[in-house]
Structures are given as structure tokens and as C-alpha cells.
């Protein structure tokens, strides 16, 4: 028993290993294909601006390099992040340097105008959830060159795609790059640079490192030729495809023939493109007419099954190739021949003559079926001629028409097999309400001379052409009449076929502009007292041309005193026509900031000379409600409620979501450890800088412990304990900051023009462990990489009126071999050269840094430009800081104090 157990033991290890090494990220090579661009319709907004992400969760659990993803971050940069919040890259080449797994189809210093949204469709397993980024552009570039693009993610095969859509404006060429990125490895982790191309290369980064190889940038080339509408890059092991069918639409077929017996090409088939390795399949294929399945008097004539259990799922086998043809031998139908032969002979009697349709499905194991569109073909009688198409005008799905004459053009087909020398055609147009317009037109084709021959067909405009009354929606119907002969079957001959919906065209106004609806805020949106939001609105236009001459107004008014609060106006706005139901959003440019709590109305209206809908039609509105932020007493540990939250994090969260809206008080429970960050991310421990809104002197934030823990001092299971995992050496960090981590921060979604508003700390935050010193900190720093620089407060500049009292600091910090050392002491000073001051980083010198319990550090601020050009930041200093009553041991200084301020 013990051995059989072993065994299974054994067993089970050996298939899990197997299954962990097939989903490491260098075991699939990316592919590519010309795919279609399919925008999503609406979605789920996301966020927008500059440097701006936000956490959506998965409803379903995506594998990546053997790790299970819930939840992604869709990033501004044009990234999405997978289980993770934090992503720095590096163009170091052949590369990828961050925090977790990650996939970029222009990773760069970006900019999203419209808003990132994401939809999912589908049903379990086979679940799609696709982001799309709808104005994505170069921070620098933002009003040159704008693409639209979509990462989908699907589930159970763990597919990520990466396609490209629309292009507008001349394109602005900036550092950016396409990769898969997998999980960090110490510092770096695997990851694919792809070299866009025909065909592109996939590039190994870190540990495959391929000498030689620089990193590959996207430049202006790329756009509009190898990254283009419908490119699409695959990462995953691919699915088999459908590739093609016989018949394969278009073929006329005798009564009394036998197909597939003498010519091998003709037999019914399907084509498969599969790999070895790839899931198996099952096919599906049927013949049916004449018409269509949902008319009674139709008849399935062949249709094939299994040949060794008669299913109507057949099993092709380990089938493989780009164009795999399977012939089919077994099945059922008055027309399934010897061998699967499409045979038209044995039961002549049996069927009618005229249109049929073949239809191909292929069912992939654990990923769903894919079905080919139906393939029409004929089956040929003597005399046979039909209507197959109406070529102008267009039906109003594809194509809307301008209020001027239009031509109308029917294609004829001669689907019998002999040569036909004259017919008639016959049309009548009606409007909407069913009134028949004008005469019948008609049109007499006789050509003896150069007949139409069997298969062919030849397009005939009539007369006069069609001069629409008004705007709006008309249909056609169209026939033909063989006049050299009888025609056997006449169902073909008319335009809608029998049964089928009317053929509408339509007529619409240069320019029909509407407002759809408020996309955000809506009454179901969280909208929090004193924070910045950009309102968004959706415009449609119906007409026939874009429109960029124009101007929207949004307004936002007070319900209760009925007093207008917020305006914006923005010109000359793209909303672009389409074909069907287009739509456009736009983003107010101005943060609106909400200034009581309460009910709110919001209006968009678009206003252009170029259009004369009434104000009704081009007026959107809807109601929201503003909230309160977080007031009053919160627990943070065990335990649950409306007041409580699980982490530390979880609670910072919050505050940054919905700020402030009175003193808040936030009581650790438990002795913990409560644990802070990741020694093994490149990222502080805890991000408390930059703005937040409601904060001040009226509304403090405060770090406690709870009643039950404030009577006991802090240490080994007493008080509350607190471990600062500082990966990149700063613990807890305040301060000015225009690119805070935390998720729900202001700055990385707003403007430009107001990162420096927004990169300015509100302070007032508290940490007191009271008169037992009941919070104990302990410093946790890695031990793969020198850290010597390292604390477990940095306060920058900016970083004013906090406190933090009465608690106790520890160190634990160990060099890189995991030995236990005195911590540094150097300190980085000012350097001068001539009028110019540099302030030494504090990493400056890789064989020393220094180390304190708590840092003050001012110094000039440094926007993501390298200056603080970009965003015209403010010089801050520190002060009012109350340090006092504080417990430190292990650091090489105590409290660090450089620069202005106190």
C-alpha cells in the first residue's frame, strides 16, 4: 500500500511538473496574423489621461507563466498589467524589468484621450474579455497621431491577443515597444520583444538574452504598414482554425452528375489549419436547400457523420497542416454518394433543383466552436436565371447615402446551363410606410450575340435613377423574367427572396449629430465629494460626412439651490459618421471637482451650423449623487463589518478613492505582523504621497492601536507589530509626486496642466502608538542586491503637518549575501558647479548610502521629464513635522533631516 502509494505520489508530481513547464512563458512562441479590427460596442469605462490605471477584475482566472491571474491593471502608457499594480520597464535591450507579468502594444510615455473600456462576452469556459484603448497616442504627440487598439484575454486557453485598429493623424514617432512579458525572476523576468515586420521576430529577453539584438522601437515607418487596421499578434498556444470549404460558394452543379468520384477536388470537404500539439477537434458539415433551414420544404440532402460511431460529430484524427483537407466518407441525405461522393444521379427524383447552402463547423476541445459563413452554390437545371445581389445601393448596414440621385444596379446570374440571350428586369422602390414610389422601372437585356453563358453573371442599371423625397429609409424589390425560355425555377428570380426581410437603403443629411447619453457620472456611479473627475459624453452622427466644425457644452447644476457649478466647453470636436450606429465619447478637458454632497444634474449638448436637429436631440442629461469620504473610526486586522477593512493597503485604498470627508481614525486590531509591500518588488513599501483630496487640519488621518493593543508595548506578541518590506529601500513614503502607485491616486489621470495641483501632499497624517508605544516597525529590506540607503519613513519635499510619535523602529536590515550588517552612513550633500546645484541622489555611490528610522529630504522636484519643465512643479519644503516620543535602534542615524524646511 505504502509503495502504491509512493507511486501515485510520484505520479501526480511528474504531471504537475509537466503542466507547470507548458505554461512557462518561453514554451509558446507568439504568432501573427491580418485580422479584422471589431471595436467593441460600449463597454465598461476604465480610466483615462496620463499615466492612469485602474484595477478590473477578471471573471475568470487567466494563466500566464505559471501564474493564476483575478484581477488586471489597463494602463494609459498602452500596457495592461497582469496581477499587478506596478510596472516600471526598462529599454534595456532584449530585456523586460518590472514588478510582474505584462502586455504592451505601444508601451511608452503614452497618453489615452477618450478613455480605456472593456467588455466581456462570451460564456463560461470560453469567456473573452477585451480592453480596448479608444484615442492612444505619444504624451508628447497627443494632438498629431491617435490609434485605437484592443488586449484580449480568453479564457481556458489563456490567449492573449494584441490587435491594432484605426490610425488618424500624421504620425509622431516616439520610443515605444510591443512585448509579452512573464513573472519576475529576482530582478528581471521573460519577456518577448516583438520587431514588427513581414514576417515580425519574436525576441527573447532575460535569461535568453540574444547578443547582438537591440531593442526594437516602434518608429513612423511601422504605423500604417506593418502596424496597421487588423494586425493582430497572438500569444498562446493557437487554436486549429477553419480554413475553408467545398463547395466553396459560387459553383453551379448539373442534375445527373456525380461529384467527388473522378475529380478528388469536388468532394464535399472541409480545411483544416492545425499543428501538432494543438487541442483536438471534431467537424460538422451539411448541404442543405433550396432556401433556407427555417423554411419547412427545405431538405438537409447530405450531411456526414463519424465513420466509426455514425455521430454527426466526426473525428478527423491528429489531422495537421496550414490547408488540411478532410474528404468525408460516411453520413446520410438523398445526395450522399459511395464513399461521401456529392452525388446528383441515384436520387434525381428526390430533390429540387435551385440554391443550397453548405455549411462547416469545428468544435475545439476545451475552447468552443467556430462555424464558417454559409457557402451558397447551385444546382442546375436547363433554364434557371436569378437575382444574387443588389449592387447599388448598398443596404443601410454598410453604407448611408447623401440626399442626390442614385443609381440602381441589380446583378443577374444565369444558374441554369444553358446560354441565356434575353431577359427582363423589373423594380419598384417604397418608402418606410410601404407607398410604392414612381413607376415600375424596367429593363429588356437582348444580346443573341453575346449571350450570358452558364455561371456568369452580367450587373444591369435601370432608369431613371432613384431621386429620394426626403431623408431617410427606403427599400427595393427587383426581378427578373426569362423571356428565351421557361424558367424551371422561379423562387430565385426575385429580390428580397420569399421569406426574407425588405432590402432598406438609406438617405441621411450631410451632417445629423445627436447626443446618445452621459456616459460618466451616471446615477449608478461613485462620485466622492472634493474629487477631480473628468465627465464624459456620448455623441452620435447619423449624416453622411464627419464632423470637426462644432462645439460641446457640458454643465453641471446643483439640484438643491439649482446654482451652476461646473462649465467646459470644447471645439471643433471629431464625431465621426459611420455606416451604422457609430458613436463618439467625449471628455470634458476641465476636472470637475464636486463641492457639497448631495444630488447633481449633468448636461452635454453639441452644437454645430452645420446641423438643424432641434436642442432636444442634441441634449443629453442624467442625475448623479456626490458622497461623502471616509469620516469617523475604521478597523484594520481580523474581523469584518462596513468599518473594516483586512489590510493596511486595503485601507490606504480607500483613502485614496474616496478621500477624506472629516478625521478619520484607523485602529490596528491585532498584534499582527501587519506586513507592508514586497522585498522583492522595486517599489517602496507603502505609497502615501501626492494629493488626497478632503485632507487638512479638519480632516487628520491617524494610524492607532486599537483599545486592546494600546495597553500593551510594543514587541514579541504585544502591541502591534508592522513589517516596512522595502524593495527598493523606502519604507513609508510621503511627499510631492507626480506618478504615485497607489491605484485610486488623483495625478496620473488628470491633465498636465494640473499634475502640479494634484502632485502636492495635503499632510496631516498621523502615527501615534500612544503612551505605551504600542506600534513596533520593523525594517525588512532584500537580501539579492546591495540596499544601503534604506528607512522606514522618506518624507519629501512637500511632506508637511504629520506626525509620527511614540513608536518603535527596528532594523533588519542584511547586505546582499543575507549577512546581518552595520547599516551605512553616508549622506548625499549638494554638489555645485558653478551656477549650477546638483542634489546627489541618494543611491549615488553603489558601495555605501545611509540609513535612518525617519527621512526628511528636500530637494528640487523632478517631473518624468528629468525636470520639472513639463508640469512647472513648485519648489516645497517640510515643515511642522512633529517627531517626538520615538523608540530607534538598528539604523545608522535615527532621524535624517536635508534640506529646507524643518
Request: with cysteine.
Amino acid at each position: 500500500m505504502k509503495l502504491q502509494k509512493l507511486i501515485t505520489l510520484l505520479i501526480s508530481f511528474f504531471l504537475a511538473s509537466i503542466f507547470l513547464q507548458s505554461q512557462q512563458l518561453y514554451d509558446i512562441t507568439p504568432t501573427e496574423k491580418d485580422g479584422t479590427w471589431q471595436p467593441i460596442s460600449g463597454g465598461t469605462y476604465v480610466t483615462a489621461g496620463d499615466d492612469a490605471m485602474a484595477q478590473v477584475n477578471l471573471p475568470f482566472t487567466f494563466r500566464i507563466d505559471e501564474q493564476a491571474v483575478t484581477f488586471v491593471y489597463p494602463n494609459t502608457n498602452g500596457y495592461i498589467q497582469l496581477g499587478y499594480s506596478y510596472m516600471s520597464l526598462s529599454p534595456t535591450p532584449g530585456y523586460y524589468y518590472g514588478g510582474g507579468m505584462c502586455v504592451a502594444f505601444c508601451g511608452g510615455d503614452g497618453y489615452e484621450r477618450s478613455g480605456i473600456y472593456y467588455t466581456i462576452t462570451g460564456s463560461s469556459p470560453n469567456r473573452v474579455v477585451t480592453f480596448q484603448w479608444n484615442s492612444y497616442s505619444n504624451y508628447y504627440g497627443q494632438s498629431s497621431f491617435q490609434i485605437m487598439a484592443q488586449i484580449k484575454l480568453y479564457e481556458t486557453s489563456n490567449t492573449i491577443e494584441i490587435i491594432y485598429g484605426p490610425q488618424t493623424g500624421s504620425v509622431y514617432s516616439y520610443t515605444s515597444w510591443i512585448f509579452f512579458a512573464g513573472r519576475r525572476i529576482s530582478s528581471y523576468g521573460p519577456a518577448y520583444n516583438i520587431d514588427p515586420g513581414s514576417p515580425s521576430r519574436y525576441v527573447k529577453g532575460y535569461p535568453n538574452y540574444e547578443s547582438g539584438y537591440t531593442t526594437r522601437f516602434l518608429d513612423a515607418a511601422d504605423y500604417g504598414t506593418t502596424i496597421k487596421q487588423g494586425k493582430t499578434y497572438i500569444y498562446g498556444k493557437a487554436d486549429p482554425e477553419l480554413v475553408g470549404i467545398y463547395p466553396a460558394g459560387g459553383e453551379v452543379f448539373r442534375v445527373g452528375q456525380i461529384y467527388g468520384g473522378t475529380d478528388p477536388n469536388q468532394h464535399p470537404a472541409l480545411f483544416i489549419k492545425r499543428k501538432a500539439g494543438m487541442a483536438t477537434v471534431l467537424l460538422n458539415y451539411q448541404i442543405y436547400g433550396p432556401g433556407d433551414l427555417s423554411d419547412p420544404s427545405t431538405k438537409i440532402i447530405y450531411r456526414a457523420k463519424d465513420p466509426v460511431n455514425s455521430s454527426f460529430d466526426v473525428n478527423p484524427g491528429n489531422i495537421t497542416g496550414d490547408s488540411a483537407r478532410y474528404n468525408f466518407t460516411a453520413g446520410t441525405g438523398v445526395c450522399f454518394g459511395t464513399g461521401g461522393n456529392l452525388d446528383l444521379q441515384t436520387n434525381a427524383g428526390q430533390f429540387e433543383p435551385g440554391e443550397y447552402t453548405v455549411e462547416g463547423k469545428m468544435i475545439i476541445d476545451q475552447v468552443g466552436t467556430v462555424q464558417l459563413p454559409g457557402k451558397k452554390f447551385n444546382i442546375a437545371l436547363a433554364w434557371d436565371i436569378g437575382i444574387t445581389k443588389i449592387a447599388k445601393p448598398r443596404p443601410k448596414y454598410e453604407k448611408k447615402y447623401p440626399l442626390a440621385p442614385l443609381d440602381l444596379v441589380v446583378r443577374v446570374n444565369n444558374l441554369g446551363l444553358n446560354d441565356v440571350d434575353h431577359f427582363e428586369v423589373l423594380l419598384d422602390v417604397y418608402d418606410a410606410s410601404g407607398t410604392k414610389l414612381g413607376n415600375t422601372r424596367t429593363l429588356d437585356w437582348n444580346n443573341p450575340s453575346t449571350p450570358l453563358a452558364s455561371g456568369a453573371f452580367v450587373e444591369v442599371t435601370l432608369s431613371p435613377n432613384f431621386i429620394p423625397p426626403a431623408t431617410g429609409d427606403y427599400y427595393l424589390v427587383a426581378a427578373v423574367n426569362l423571356l428565351s425560355s421557361t424558367d424551371l425555377l422561379p423562387s430565385n428570380n426575385v429580390w428580397p427572396r420569399s421569406g426574407a426581410s425588405n432590402y432598406y437603403f438609406s438617405f441621411a443629411k450631410e451632417i445629423d449629430v445627436r447626443g446618445v447619453e452621459i456616459v460618466y457620472p451616471k446615477s449608478t456611479d461613485e462620485v466622492i465629494v472634493g474629487r477631480p473627475i473628468n465627465p464624459i459624453a456620448k455623441f452620435t452622427n447619423q449624416g453622411v460626412n464627419d464632423l470637426d466644425f462644432d462645439s460641446i457644452f457640458f454643465e453641471i447644476k446643483y439640484n438643491q439651490t439649482s446654482q451652476v457649478v461646473f462649465r467646459d466647453t470644447l471645439v471643433n470636436y471629431v464625431i465621426s459618421a459611420g455606416s451604422g450606429y457609430d458613436t463618439t465619447n467625449v471628455r470634458t478637458i476641465k476636472n470637475f471637482v464636486p463641492p457639497f454632497l448631495g444630488e447633481y444634474q449633468i448636461c452635454a449638448t453639441i452644437y454645430s451650423p452645420w446641423d438643424n436637429n432641434p436642442l432636444s436631440i442634441r441634449k443629453v442629461c442624467t442625475n448623479f449623487t456626490v458622497n461623502s469620504g471616509l469620516i469617523g473610526t475604521y478597523t484594520i486586522g481580523s474581523g469584518s463589518g462596513s468599518k473594516h477593512f483586512a489590510t493596511i493597503q486595503e485601507a490606504v485604498d480607500a483613502l485614496y478613492k474616496y478621500g477624506a470627508g472629516g478625521h478619520v481614525i484607523f485602529e490596528l486590531k491585532d498584534r499582527g505582523p501587519y506586513v507592508l509591500g514586497d522585498v522583492m518588488e522595486d517599489r517602496p513599501a507603502l505609497d502615501l504621497s501626492s494629493y488626497i483630496h478632503g485632507m487638512g487640519p479638519d480632516a487628520t488621518v491617524t494610524f492607532r492601536p486599537s483599545a486592546d493593543r494600546a495597553v500593551e508595548k510594543g514587541g514579541n506578541n504585544s502591541g502591534v507589530t508592522i513589517h516596512v518590506c522595502a524593495g527598493n529601500g523606502y519604507g513609508i513614503v510621503l511627499g510631492q509626486n507626480t506618478d504615485p502607485l497607489n491605484q485610486y491616486a488623483i495625478c496620473p489621470s488628470v491633465f498636465p496642466s494640473q499634475k502640479n495641483k494634484y502632485s502636492k501632499p495635503n499632510g496631516y497624517f498621523i502615527f501615534d502608538g500612544g503612551q505605551n508605544k504600542s506600534i513596533r516597525f520593523i525594517l525588512k529590506t532584500r537580501t539579492d542586491v546591495q540596499k544601503y540607503t534604506h528607512n522606514v519613513f522618506f518624507l519629501k519635499q512637500g511632506s508637511s503637518n504629520n506626525q509620527i510619535k511614540n513608536c518603535i523602529f527596528e532594523n533588519e536590515y542584511k547586505n546582499a549575501a543575507g549577512n546581518s550588517l552595520t547599516p551605512h552612513v553616508f549622506l548625499p550633500h549638494l554638489r555645485t558647479s558653478g551656477s549650477l546645484v546638483d542634489y546627489m541622489t541618494d543611491q549615488y555611490l553603489s558601495t555605501t548610502g545611509y540609513s535612518a528610522a525617519i527621512v526628511l529630504r528636500t530637494v528640487a522636484p523632478k517631473d518624468k521629464s528629468g525636470g520639472n519643465t513639463l508640469y512647472n512643479l513648485d519648489t516645497l519644503t517640510c515643515n511642522n513635522n512633529i517627531i517626538s516620543g520615538n523608540e530607534i535602534t538598528g539604523f545608522g542615524y535615527g532621524v535624517v533631516d536635508m534640506g529646507g524646511g524643518a
